[in-house]
């Protein structure tokens, strides 16, 4: 079992920037990848980023390649998105997500055995 909590969600102007925080517990963290979806209202969840499980290596969607930055911290149990020149399209519930066994694509929400409960976050314009 793991357990996932995002932190860090709110509301900030177009052009700003968030931090987004999930903290892990349950299983060794440095053993799986994580991601993080976005969900809009009347939308599907759809793949922001991912990281694999040393941090060596991360994806990213065409719509946040060069704003967003994945990153983990193995020794604190936490994956964090750092979100710049954020857009109002960007206004969603992310969450983060984690994959304990790879088995095809980071870019799929099947991909993942575990999910947080999600933050919103809102951009105005």
């Known amino acids: 079992q793991v357990q996932l909590v995002e932190s860090g969600g709110g509301l900030v102007q177009a052009g700003g920037s968030l931090r987004l925080s999930c903290a892990a517990s349950g299983r060794t963290f440095g053993s799986y990848a994580m991601g993080w979806f976005r969900q809009a209202p009347g939308k599907e969840r759809e793949f922001v980023a991912a990281?694999?499980?040393?941090?060596?290596?991360?994806y990213y969607a065409d719509s946040v390649k060069g704003r967003f930055t994945i990153s983990r911290d193995n020794a604190k149990n936490t994956v964090y998105l750092q979100m710049n020149s954020l857009k109002p399209e960007d206004t969603a519930v992310y969450y983060c997500?984690?994959?304990?066994?790879?088995?095809?694509?980071?870019?799929?929400?099947?991909?993942?055995?575990?999910w947080g409960q999600g933050t919103q976050v809102t951009v105005s314009s």
């Open positions: 997500a984690a994959d304990i066994d790879y088995r095809s694509s980071y870019y799929y929400t099947d991909e993942y055995d575990y």
């Open positions: 990281i694999s499980w040393s941090g060596g290596s991360t």
